[in-house]
Every structure is written in C-alpha cells, then in structure tokens.
C-alpha cells in the first residue's frame, strides 16, 4: 500500500527454503519492520515425578475415555499418575504421545484416569508406562528423592518456564521454605542425560526462589480459612532471563531434574511443571 512518507521503492518478497518461510527485502534501505508470529508448536506442560514402578496396559483404551485396563501387581493407587509413551502408525506417518495421567479411581486392575486418554491406544504401540507421583513433599533427609521429566527418544522439547507451586498450612516469609524452617540441606534442580549433569541452583529457603527466579509470590488464607501458598515461575527464553529455550533431547535422555534432600513433610502439597514445546524438525 502506498505511503505518503516513503522516500524510495522497496521490493519485498516471501521465499520458502527447506520448508521454512523467510522475508526477502531489496532495495531502497529501507528499514522493515516485520511482525513474527507465535509458533504453532504443540505445547509440553508436564509434572516433575519419582518414577515408582513399571505397569503394563492389557487392553485398547479409545480416545475421550478415562479407563486403562493394566496387568496385575501394578501398584497403583489414587493420586498417583501414568506416564505413557506410545508410538501409533498412521499410514506412513507415526504418531508420537507422550501423556501423565491422573489416578483418580482404582478398582482393583480397572484404573480411571483424567483427563481424557487423546487418542486410540493399543498395547501394542505402547513403549513405556510408569506410574509416578508428583507429590514433592516428601522426606528426603536420609536418601534424597530424585524428581524428573524429559521427553521419550525421538522427541526433543525446548522449555521456556518452570513453576513451582507449594501449599502450607502457616503463614511463609522469604527466611522459610514454604513455612518450614530453613532447610539444612536444600532443593536443588538442573539436568542430566546419558554424559553430563548439570546443577543450576540449590534453594534453601524462598529467599533463594526470588534470587534466581523473582517471581515469588504468597497466597493468604480466604478469610481466615483454608489453607496458604507460595508459587514461583521461573522463566528461561527472553533476553531478560537466560536468552534461550532449555532444549531437551530424547536420544541422550536429557531430563530436567529435581532432588529434595531435607523432609519436606511438613508441607501440605508441593509440586512443580516445566513448560514450552515439541521441536518438530
């Protein structure tokens, strides 16, 4: 569209190289402003857990229902989740899922599950499942408790934030962890794969979640009653956190790992997420 102030003529054109699209400008010098748009990445928003055992899934489960048949010894229990990765052809193509389940019924070999089972799973195609809790507030102070999440092989996530989230039953401060005193020991999170292990932080207190992520917030009580809470986002893409994605790959196992080393028993609920999404190559 023509503009009144446009001193020179400026060619722009699109080009598609490798499937990637890209702005082409010439002439004029002109500077361009261009607007990116948000990807269209499907999105990864999962639970840190502790892997408890092995199950095996006896029988299809359609996509929107909530029961999954498994093996017996299986060990499940309301509260716990299943971690499934499956592989299903679809013609040429495959489709990859990788999905946490919520426990919310079990009688005795028929486990119920929310949210809805996405799409048609066979035994057959299924290459893992695990059942794991995301329950963090446990007691680590004898042998710490290993919490993870990474993606299966052949999928690689890029993680944009982790949130942590924490209910107590006191009022918490920033010299506390939640309304525990300060641990002895601490939480502390980083990653590993099949080489390396690399640690970013060790928290002791909230204190130490505002130093390196300074959202920090605490929730009161509604009016005298319920319960109170801290939540914590810490972000990772942006120029004003770390600049880059954390990119994970499922061929060296990279995962995102916490380890709670003190008793964290004393607190009502205690959980944490990464989030980002697939890279699809």
Not at 131 to 145: L, Q
Request: glycine share 10%.
């Amino acid at each position: 569209m023509p503009h009144e102030d446009l001193g020179s003529l400026t060619d722009c054109y699109v080009t598609q190289e490798n499937g990637k699209r890209a702005l082409a400008v010439t002439g004029g010098g002109l500077a361009l402003d261009v607007a990116v748009q948000d990807q269209f990445s499907p999105p990864v928003e999962y639970f840190l857990t502790q892997s408890l055992n092995d199950v095996t899934i006896v029988s299809p489960a359609g996509a929107k229902t909530k029961i999954l048949e498994l093996s017996p010894g299986h060990g499940v229990v309301i509260g716990n989740y299943i971690e499934i990765y499956s592989e299903t052809p679809i013609g040429e193509l495959i489709l990859k899922r990788f999905v946490q389940l919520c426990v919310v019924d079990v009688n005795i070999n028929t486990i119920t599950v929310q949210p809805f089972i996405g799409s048609d799973l066979d035994p057959v195609n299924v290459l893992s499942a695990v059942r794991v809790t995301r329950a963090m507030n446990v007691d680590g102070s004898i042998t710490p408790v290993r919490f993870s999440i990474g993606p299966p092989n052949g999928i690689k996530w890029d993680l944009t934030r982790t949130m942590i989230v924490m209910v107590t039953g006191s009022n918490p401060d920033d010299a506390l962890y939640g309304d525990l005193p300060q641990l002895a020991n601490g939480v502390f999170f980083g990653f590993e794969n099949d080489f390396t292990q690399d640690y970013l932080v060790n928290i002791q207190a909230n204190a130490g979640y505002r130093g390196t992520a300074y959202d920090v917030n605490y929730t009161p009580r509604s009016s005298g009653g319920g319960a109170f809470g801290v939540s914590v986002r810490k972000s990772f893409a942006g120029r004003e956190h770390y600049g880059v994605t954390i990119r994970l790959e499922g061929p060296t196992n990279d995962e995102f790992v916490v380890y709670v080393n003190d008793s964290l028993l004393g607190l009502t609920e205690h959980g944490q997420k990464v989030m980002g999404h697939i890279v699809e190559d």
